[in-house]
């Protein structure tokens, strides 16, 4: 279906790594195993598969998938938020695989829940995180997953829109000159 609709990456949340020692190995046997099946269809319909990062994780299982798999296959979904969470080192982490990076989900948050806010809204570092990105081979659309609820400084929806808006336009313009 992605290919069909010109969808070039689709997003996987994928399991991770179970702690216990006797599960591991089941772990990396699944998770092979939908990957190859997954391979072939998706070079064949010029898709890419996108790993997504959690708060708090050392990308192993990301980065022995980017080990064994072409970066014409699989690749890496930035989520801001979930990287500003728990221990907040998803931009350490970025840098690690940046170079795998094809999709972004940018939004806000306070650092201790998923708040999914309007970028600048927040604590993310920003301008850290615009370095990383245009350090980075990417150079794709941005995908801005704030969502609308209840937040005093938007009294209405069209608030909340002109927000985002605003908010996207600021990340056009770092991204063409991030060392402002």
């Known amino acids: 279906m992605a290919g069909e609709l ?22 990396w046997s699944r998770m092979r195993r939908s990957l190859d099946a997954l391979e072939p269809v998706a070079l064949c319909c010029w898709v890419k598969l996108a790993l997504e990062n959690y708060e708090d994780e050392s990308y192993e299982e990301a980065k022995t998938f980017f080990a064994a798999y072409s970066p014409d296959f699989l690749g890496f979904c930035y989520d801001s938020g979930h990287g500003n969470l728990g221990r907040g080192e998803g931009f350490e982490r970025l840098e690690e695989v940046k170079q795998r990076l094809i999709a972004v989900h940018l939004h806000d948050n306070d650092g201790k829940e998923d708040q999914h806010r309007v970028p600048f809204r ?3 570092d920003w301008q850290r995180l615009m370095r990383i990105i245009a350090s980075s081979p990417y150079r794709e659309g941005i995908n801005l997953e704030a969502t609308l609820r209840d937040y005093p400084e938007f009294p209405s929806e069209d608030d909340f829109l002109q927000a985002a808006i605003l908010a996207g336009s600021a990340w056009r313009v770092c991204l063409k000159n991030p060392f402002r």
């Open 122 to 124: 927040g604590t993310v």
């Open 6 to 27: 010109g969808a070039g990456v689709v997003i996987m949340h994928f399991d991770r790594l179970p702690a216990c020692e006797e599960k591991k190995i089941p772990y």
